[in-house]
C-alpha cells in the first residue's frame, strides 16, 4: 500500500525553538509538497520541490525552509518558531507525470506556545 | 495567488438525502480541477482530477462535472450516508509541476 509517512502527529514546542517536520513517501514520487491547514483558510502551499536538493517557493513560505537530500524524504523546518506557525502541516507526494493526484501523509499537528 | 473558491462551507442533510456542491476557479490557464475527500483524524484523499471541459467522472454514489470555459466544478452525492460526512475539497491546478491552489472547502455532515 502506497504511503506518505509523517513522522509526528502531535507537537508542542515553545517560540523560539527550531522544528523540524520529516515527510517520506514510498513511491518514489518526483513532487513533494508542504501545505498548512487552517480553519477558513483552506490548504496553503508553504514549499514544494519537483527533485532532490531543488525546492521552490509557494504561496506562505515566510518563516519556513525546506530540504529535500533524498528523493523520499522532504523536511518542512521552522528556524525560530512563533505562535502564529501553531497549525496543521500536512505532506503530499505527486508523480511528476501528467496531472497527478495527491497523496497526503496524515498531518503534524503543531501548537506553539 | 489564484482564487478557488467553494459553496457551501458546510451543510447538514439527513441519510438518504442527495446534495451537490460548487467549485469555482479561474478559467485562464487551467490544467486540472481535483475533489478531494477529507475525513476527521485521515489524510485526504483524491475523488477525481479532471482536465477536459464537459468531463464527467462517477465513483460509486458521488460524482462531478466540469465546466472550464465558465470555471467551475459540481460534486454530487446521491443517497447520503452517514460515512459521507467529511470535508470535500477542490483545487485548480495550473500547470508546472503538478501544483494546485485549494479551495476552503465544504464541509458535510450526514445525519442518521
Redesign the interface.
Known amino acids: 500500500d502506497v504511503k506518505?509517512t509523517q513522522s509526528s502527529r502531535y507537537l508542542v514546542k515553545r517560540t523560539g525553538e527550531k522544528v523540524f517536520l520529516e515527510c517520506v513517501q514510498d513511491m518514489d514520487h518526483e513532487?513533494m509538497?508542504w501545505?498548512r491547514q487552517d480553519p477558513?483558510?483552506?490548504?496553503?502551499?508553504i514549499y514544494?520541490s519537483?527533485d532532490v536538493k531543488m525546492k521552490?517557493k509557494?504561496?506562505i513560505p515566510e518563516g519556513y525552509s525546506v530540504s529535500r537530500e533524498k528523493k523520499e524524504r522532504f523536511s518542512l523546518i521552522l528556524e525560530s518558531a512563533s505562535t502564529n506557525q501553531t497549525s496543521m502541516y500536512?505532506c503530499a507526494s505527486?508523480?511528476?507525470q501528467g496531472?497527478?493526484?495527491?497523496?497526503?501523509?496524515?498531518?503534524s499537528r503543531l501548537t506553539v506556545l | 495567488?489564484l482564487n478557488?473558491e467553494q459553496s457551501p462551507q458546510s451543510l447538514h442533510v439527513q441519510e438518504g438525502d442527495s446534495t451537490n456542491f460548487t467549485c469555482s476557479f479561474p478559467s485562464s490557464n487551467f490544467?486540472?480541477l481535483?475533489w478531494?475527500r477529507w475525513e476527521t483524524?485521515?489524510?485526504?484523499?483524491?475523488l477525481f482530477?479532471m482536465?477536459l471541459n464537459g468531463d464527467e467522472k462517477k465513483k460509486g454514489r458521488i460524482s462531478a462535472t466540469l465546466n472550464t470555459k465558465e470555471g467551475y466544478s459540481y460534486l454530487y452525492i446521491k443517497g447520503s450516508q452517514p460515512e459521507d460526512s467529511a470535508t470535500y475539497?477542490c483545487?485548480s491546478?495550473f500547470g508546472g509541476?503538478?501544483?494546485?491552489?485549494?479551495?476552503?472547502?465544504t464541509k458535510l455532515q450526514v445525519i442518521p
Open positions: 506518505v513532487n509538497f501545505y477558513g483558510l483552506g490548504l496553503r502551499l514544494f519537483y521552490e509557494g504561496d500536512l505527486t508523480p511528476g496531472t497527478g493526484e495527491l497523496f497526503f501523509g496524515e498531518g | 495567488i478557488v490544467y486540472a481535483h478531494y483524524a485521515k489524510s485526504p484523499e483524491a482530477v482536465t475539497l483545487a491546478e509541476y503538478q501544483k494546485v491552489t485549494f479551495g476552503t472547502g
